[in-house]
């Protein structure tokens, strides 16, 4: 069985009692950064053995583990934060594991667009989910201009690095629209801002964001 395991975004007690049991019974863990998922395992006691499957090595891996899986391993997916598939590695492996006629499971948790999305009291019954917009300008923007036409809720992620670029460009084409800026989510520095791309302009060139971002159109 292969289990997809979501894991904390931010609050080391964001997770289910499930995937306690699920991460301390399967034969192998495999992690986005063994590293990094190895402070949860060593927070609740996990002690099996963890592998990595990330984005780069992630062809030759997948065929390794689903080799495993199909001499009747169990393996847990974990990516450093969240639910693995959602912009994590996990998209491959699963379809690959389907084709297989591998059974797989999700271990639902956190999902930093799930709070995002719920947090901003923005319509939820229909939404878009676009990931992370294009690094470059003139792409990103032309993305945005096609999202504005769309009757729909618009989540994406952002880095602390371009936010300022992507409000800018929100403000060229959203205008007055209200957006919601979520950022930190579960951590002890969460924060919701509301507001014009302009009005959120003003208020992180005055105090430069750090952390991660969700944002709602
Ligand atoms: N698999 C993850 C999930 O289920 O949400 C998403 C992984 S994606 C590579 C990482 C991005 O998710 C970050 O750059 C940020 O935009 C968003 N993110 C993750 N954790 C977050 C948090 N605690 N607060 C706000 N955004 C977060």
């Keep these: 069985?292969?289990?997809?395991?979501?894991?904390?975004?931010?609050?080391?007690?964001?997770?289910?009692l499930r995937a306690i049991d699920v991460l301390k019974s399967v034969d192998l863990i495999a992690c986005e950064d063994t590293r990094h998922t190895k402070i949860l395992l060593a927070q609740y006691g996990i002690t099996?053995?963890?592998t990595s499957f990330f984005q780069r090595n992630?062809?030759?891996?997948?065929?390794?583990?689903?080799?495993?899986?199909?001499q009747g391993k169990s393996i847990a997916l974990v990516s450093d934060a969240g639910t693995p598939g959602i912009l994590d590695p996990g998209y491959n492996i699963i379809n690959l594991a389907i084709k297989r006629d591998i059974p797989i499971t999700v271990i639902p948790g956190p999902c930093a667009?799930?709070?995002a999305l719920v947090l901003s009291g923005k319509p939820t019954h229909n939404f878009v989910f676009v990931g992370f917009l294009p690094k470059r300008a003139?792409?990103?923007?032309?993305?945005?201009?096609?999202l504005a036409?769309?009757?729909?809720?618009?989540?994406?992620?952002?880095?602390?690095?371009r936010i300022l670029a992507v409000l800018e460009d929100i403000q060229a084409i959203f205008g007055e629209k209200e957006?919601?800026?979520?950022?930190?989510?579960?951590?002890?520095?969460?924060?919701?801002?509301?507001?014009?791309?302009?009005?959120?302009?003003?208020?992180?060139?005055?105090?430069?964001?750090?952390?991660?971002?969700?944002?709602?159109?």
């Excluded at 289990?3 to 007690?13: H, W």
């Excluded at 003139?138 to 096609?146: I, P, S």
């Excluded at 036409?149 to 690095?161: A, N, Q, W």
Aim: net charge positive; aromatic share 8%.
């Design 1 to 16: 069985m292969l289990y997809i395991v979501a894991t904390p975004i931010g609050n080391l007690k964001d997770i289910t």
């Design 58 to 70: 992630r062809i030759v891996k997948a065929s390794y583990l689903l080799n495993l899986l199909q």
């Design 113 to 115: 667009l799930v709070n």
């Design 149 to 161: 036409k769309l009757p729909y809720t618009v989540v994406f992620y952002e880095s602390c690095h």
């Design 138 to 146: 003139g792409a990103r923007q032309n993305q945005l201009k096609e």
């Design 179 to 217: 957006l919601v800026v979520a950022r930190e989510l579960t951590k002890k520095f969460e924060e919701v801002k509301r507001g014009s791309a302009k009005q959120l302009l003003g208020a992180f060139k005055k105090d430069r964001p750090k952390g991660e971002f969700v944002i709602v159109i």
């Design 48 to 50: 099996r053995p963890t």
